[in-house]
């Protein structure tokens, strides 16, 4: 993967799942990743790892929810290797529970991590690609923005935003830059295997159907894979949204 060696990529929620494996594909083909996420010891032993594989990393505690913690991974990235290529808004939360239950506090979670966690990164990142006049978005959408189901009506509204920034970002990006939507289908992450997520569902009908999908579960280097993809295009190819999901996810 020549175009992603040497580029310097942000990745939000890089502790875990999705995240970690795009550190380590990314770091991989010789991208320089800066890692950020709210566990520090998790951050260390991927940083670790990609370094002992002889790859480059960086990384800080940074929680989403703060717009000074995504300006200062934007300038980490800066102090430590020059400059910053791509910023990958990855960092979400996934409760399921029915609207009865009024998890209200819940509900302002999601909409702060998933909706204004990925505003806060476009806006630490947005100036530093327009005074280059070149940088990447990748936003991490879901499927859920597709096909909205019982109990995931919040998290399925979270993802609708996220595509719908996403595309007014890309219209107004101009010809420098690129925004590309990553909708991942049911993949086998920290936030999809809680089982007090699944506890919480009191439908049988769906709390069925999710414990099913446990089996049927992407692994996240499927969605990794996808993140490559679009950064490897050339610089006037601009991928703008992927859906990955499970041939047997209906």
């Not at 990529?9 to 494996?21: L, Q």
């Not at 594909?25 to 520090?40: D, F, I, K, M, T």
């Not at 597709?146 to 996220?162: C, D, E, F, Q």
């Not at 990006?173 to 089982?195: C, E, H, M, Q, Y």
């Amino acid at each position: 993967m020549t175009r992603i060696k040497d580029k310097v990529v942000i990745i939000t929620g890089a502790s875990g799942g999705i995240g970690e494996a795009t550190a380590m594909l990314l770091a991989e083909s010789g991208a320089q990743v800066v890692l950020g996420a709210r566990r520090l010891d998790q951050l260390e032993a991927i940083a670790s790892r990609i370094e002992k594989s002889g790859g480059k990393a960086a990384y800080q505690v940074a929680d989403v929810r703060r717009s000074e913690d995504l300006s200062e991974l934007v300038q980490l990235a800066h102090e430590k290797f020059g400059k910053l290529d791509v910023l990958i808004n990855n960092a979400g939360v996934m409760p399921m529970s029915p609207f009865d239950d009024l998890r209200i506090e819940e509900w302002g979670n999601m909409i702060d991590i998933n909706i204004k966690g990925v505003l806060y990164g476009i806006a630490a990142a947005l100036p530093t690609f327009r005074k280059q006049r070149s940088g990447h978005f990748i936003n991490i959408a879901s499927t859920a923005a597709y096909r909205i189901l019982p109990n995931m009506s919040v998290y399925a509204g979270t993802k609708l935003a996220v595509r719908a920034i996403s595309e007014g970002l890309r219209q107004e990006a101009g010809d420098k830059l690129r925004v590309t939507i990553v909708s991942p289908g049911f993949t086998s992450t920290p936030g999809s295997t809680n089982s007090d997520a699944l506890e919480a569902i009191k439908d049988p009908e769906m709390k069925a159907k999710l414990e099913a999908y446990q089996n049927i579960a992407l692994s996240p280097y499927a969605i990794a894979k996808a993140i490559a993809f679009a950064i490897e295009q050339p610089e006037e190819v601009d991928v703008s949204e992927i859906v990955v999901r499970p041939t047997a996810q209906g």
